[in-house]
């Protein structure tokens, strides 16, 4: 009986999803007869053989597909399959864990990893030798046999970061590996609600998901990227709904584990805090209107001139009169920016990620004219005014940006004193 394999992965997941795991597990078998290398059907194969009470032949066949996944450059696919047999119960996958970290270490962390191996194309099976074989029991066997089967082997490319996990120490990773859960969801499905409370970390290892604020579209992410971070670090609701877009896989990982892995390996913190400064960093330069002018050179340019700052709540950044220390990005957070009216303090702005502020004093060389209080723990960037200049000097069109800025902003902090209103700033600048 002649199929083509994408039927035949069609039927797998349909006897899945029924309970007929005898068929799921002689579709996926098929599938994988015809190319070994197709690890979504190695990976049905094993769980249907966990769900026929095959659980030891299920994790050493998933243990076969991490091992040449990983051996061909793709450590995070490699990494699912191991969590997928630990979820079954399989043990002693160190040496494996080491192997895929590996794979991370010593490489540019900025590089995103290899997307998930490509799906073999459908094309027709000729023979399909599990529904072929005579009696259960030898079909049984012949399913483990072929899911025992280490693929052909194939050239290696360059080893490529794991997002999140190269930051970490093996001992960690080999500890929030067992901690972590893997979501496999349907298109359309909401993995987290824009205002909703946040408290995990999410990495995509297969398929697409949207991300949308307010009903719009804002970015659609893929296999290796990764969202949520912030909610490791910083208690607020998240700015953002994301949503399947197809079928998607994913690894969750919560604050809380985090937290427990930080008591006996004190260095995750800040190996974590290393990771997160470098991603809200890349938040803010994709997407703050100051650095949108510039190429990807003159961004790095900026860029090192900069330092990173942690400010708590209530603590005030600039004051009201006192010189312009220099010029602020906000990385993560929120500030408040206010002014004084008849001895009385006026907010007039809140400024979240991306925004920038201090530009007005640093600019005309005067005093500030807000002031500016972190609402909750921040994260900002600080190039002092004795750096400006030089930064100035590298990149002439900086100093250009912010004097139009500045005389924009003066406008608008004269128009809120005048109108007694509170803005609400979207990507106002003031002080």
Known sequence: MAATTRELHEKAD???????????????GDALNADPHDHRARTKLALSLSALGQSEAAIETLRVGAEALNATGYPLTALAMVRDAIALGGEDFDDLLDAIHAAGRGSELSAR??????????RTVDLEPLRQTDGREAALQAAIELGHGAPPPLAAPPPRALPF????????????????????????????????????????????????????????????????????????????????????????????????????HPSLTEDLAHFARRRMVQNVVATSPIFEPFSTERRRQILSAFQARVVEPGQVVISEGDPGSGLYVVMAGEMEVSTQDDGEPVVVAYLESGEVFG??????GDHAMATVTAVDRSHLLFLPRRDFEAVAELVPEARRLLDALAERRLEELEAVRSQDIVLDADDLVLV
């Open 14 to 28: 349909t006897a899945a999803r029924s309970g007929d795991f005898w068929n799921a597990l002689r579709h996926a």
């Open 165 to 264: 996990f190269s930051e970490m120490e093996l001992p960690a990773f080999r500890e929030l590996v067992a901690r972590m859960t893997t979501r496999k969801l349907l298109a359309g499905e909401v993995v987290v609600e824009e205002g909703d409370g946040g408290d995990a970390l999410f990495v995509i290892v297969r398929g697409e998901v949207d991300v949308e604020q307010q009903g719009h579209l804002r970015a659609r992410l893929g296999a290796g990227a990764f969202f949520g971070e912030m909610a490791l670090f910083i208690d607020k609701p998240r700015n953002a709904t994301v949503r399947t877009h197809q079928a998607t896989e994913l690894f969750e990982i919560h604050r809380s584990d985090i937290e427990a892995l930080a008591i006996s």
């Open 113 to 122: 990893p290899r997307i998930p191996p490509p799906i073999p194309p459908a």
């Open 359 to 364: 530009e007005i004093s640093l600019i005309r």
